[in-house]
């Protein structure tokens, strides 16, 4: 049975729901969507690749899913991504090195990640990133204190 997204709809939040490739091509469909949240979804990888063809994606929330940094090198082409949300996933934040310098990224949330010394280097990086908040990572407090020089970041580290 199709998913019911009512027209003209500019948000979708999903929870505890497993998807079929036409779910994700139906949600693909509808340009109006500024904003997806998957809580407890089973979604891919090739999942986010094809729900990337939303292009006015402002605020993605990926809770619980089964992403990995190959999601991270695809939701880098969203030109205006400007919140991204993620928890519980297995990936290091090495997809963030496919941020280019005009990424509008600018709060970002890596709790219960792989996320580790030498990624958020990778991750500190990214031009407009104001707020990171990190808890539940591998990153260490020296791993913190090395990129403390990025001062035009607010961090909120829980270890």
Known sequence: MPLEI???SRSLKFEHQSFSHQDIQQI???QTLVGLSFKECLITDQHIHTLCQLKRLVNVCLYNTLITDQ???YLAQLPKLYYLFI???KLTGEGFKHFDTKAPLNCLHLNNTLLNDETLKIVVELPKLSTLNIQDTQVTF???LSVAHKSTHQCFAFF
Do not use: F, S, V
């Open 6 to 8: 009512p027209k003209g």
């Open 87 to 89: 928890n519980d996933a």
């Open 142 to 144: 020296n791993g913190l």
């Open 71 to 73: 999601a991270i090198e």
């Open 28 to 30: 693909a469909q509808h």
